[in-house]
C-alpha cells in the first residue's frame, strides 16, 4: 500500500471513494461542486493506494497545525476494510497535522466500534449545529 499527502485529489477520485467506502450515505453525493469545495478546503488530504495505483482510502482534516486537527472524513473502500488502512490513515494525518494537536472525529455509526479498538477515547461532550439551507 502506498499512503501519501496529496493535496490535489481529483474530485472524481473522492467521490468514487465515498461511494465504495460506507460514507456516501452521509455526504452530499448529488453535489460535485460542494464535494469539490469539501476537497479544496482541507488542509490535509491524506491517500492510501494500491500497487495499481487506484486509490482504495482516504482520510480529509482541516487542521491549525497547533492545537486541534478535525479529522473529516475516514473512507476505505469496503473490499480493502480490515487491512489497517484507516489506522494507517489516521496517522499519517496526525503527523502531518503535528502530533501535539488533538485529533477529533465524529464516527459514522457503522464504525463506532472501530475508534476505540485503535486507540481512540471517545469524548460525551460534542456539540453541532446542523447544515442548514441544504
Request: aromatic share 6%; hydrophobic share 45%.
Amino acid at each position: 500500500m502506498n499512503y501519501a499527502i496529496e493535496p490535489d485529489l481529483q474530485t472524481a477520485e473522492f467521490i468514487d471513494i465515498l461511494r465504495r467506502s460506507t460514507l456516501a450515505e452521509r455526504r452530499p453525493m448529488d453535489d460535485a461542486d460542494h464535494l469539490a469545495q469539501m476537497l479544496s478546503g482541507a488542509d490535509l488530504i491524506a491517500t492510501a493506494r494500491d500497487e495499481n495505483g487506484k486509490l482504495v482510502g482516504l482520510a480529509r482534516a482541516i487542521t491549525d497545525f497547533a492545537y486541534c486537527t478535525y479529522l473529516s472524513d475516514l473512507a476505505v473502500d469496503v473490499a480493502s476494510q480490515g487491512l489497517g488502512i484507516g489506522r494507517q490513515l489516521i496517522q499519517l494525518i496526525h503527523q502531518k497535522a503535528g502530533l501535539n494537536t488533538r485529533l477529533i472525529l465524529l464516527a459514522a455509526p457503522a464504525a463506532q466500534s472501530y475508534y476505540p479498538h485503535i486507540g481512540m477515547e471517545k469524548h460525551e461532550s460534542c456539540w453541532m449545529i446542523p447544515p442548514q439551507g441544504l
